[in-house]
DNA sequence: CCGCGGGCCTGAGAGC
DNA sequence: TGCTCTCAGGCCCGCG
């Protein structure tokens, strides 16, 4: 579910309620997300104060007093809330209003600031994972990420450099997290539309013989951050599960030119055309071929 | 090494 | 109403 402005969004919302603040109580309602919680999870949890909430592509990283550093990923259906806590933050106990989402809730962060922080996942695609701070640059998970998106090192002439040998679409090159880290369907479907280009295109068609921009390339840089700004300007799309850290609906998806638009009008003016769908790389391709080439 | 397809999970919605 | 089928914002893994 969640790409770059998702959570974005989502850490933004959690950062008043987990910054500066110590983990009082932590709790881990089953063994198992994606994978199985290390066996020292909650106890290299609690105690521990929060000291910065960051970022990488769709990757949560809260730094911690010990050193550690605890990365969560969201995957498909994951969602944070931030609600006040009732009483005694080691009671465990906080005020929840809407009794079905239970069912998912599976980590709860009770904070010395008096909120629960809740992280709800239906799908159980998303994970945790405390790495210590030095060991980092070594962590298998993080280790082939291309560039952030929205970073000073993405640029045209870096973007045609990591596609002039690839042999594959412009789609699938760029939901590839090693060439630019953070872009999902969704918001390649929306980058590909506002460059003008096709999500068939050959990826190394972004560069001339001598891995040199071409002018797609620059477009498309461009589309990706307008695109990604908007987004995160409107708090992500909420599909189904992203929702903002209060509970908010996100409102980037009434702003989607393609994504899940199959048989509607292009609304390019003047174009005429129909929002099409196909299958790449087993995920839905949205476009319309009419306007981008 | 690279690119692709399968699989991991649950739930929503369509069609019968 | 209820069953079955398809599809969903991600990413790891094994295969060729």
Redesign the pocket.
Known sequence: ???LP?VETVRRGLQPAMEGSRIVKAEARRKDLRFPFQKDFIARLEGQTVTGLGRR??YLMADLTSGDVLLM?L??SGSFRVHKEEGDATQGQFHHPRSEDR??DHVVFHMSSGAAVVFND????GYMKIIARNALEDEP?LKGLGPEPLGNEFDAAMLARACHN???SLK?ALL??RVVAGL???YVCEALFRAHLSPRRLAATLATGKAEPTNHSTHLVDAIHSVLNQAIKAG???????RLTNGDLGYFQHSFQVYDREGEPCRTRGCGGTVKRFTQ????TFWCPKCQK
């Open positions: 579910m969640p790409e998702e592509a769709k990923h995957g498909m069912a998912h239906p799908r159980r695609f998970l690839k042999k594959t699938a590839d997290q999902g369907n969704i992500g799309s909420s599909i189904s599960d992203h790389n087993g995920r839905s």
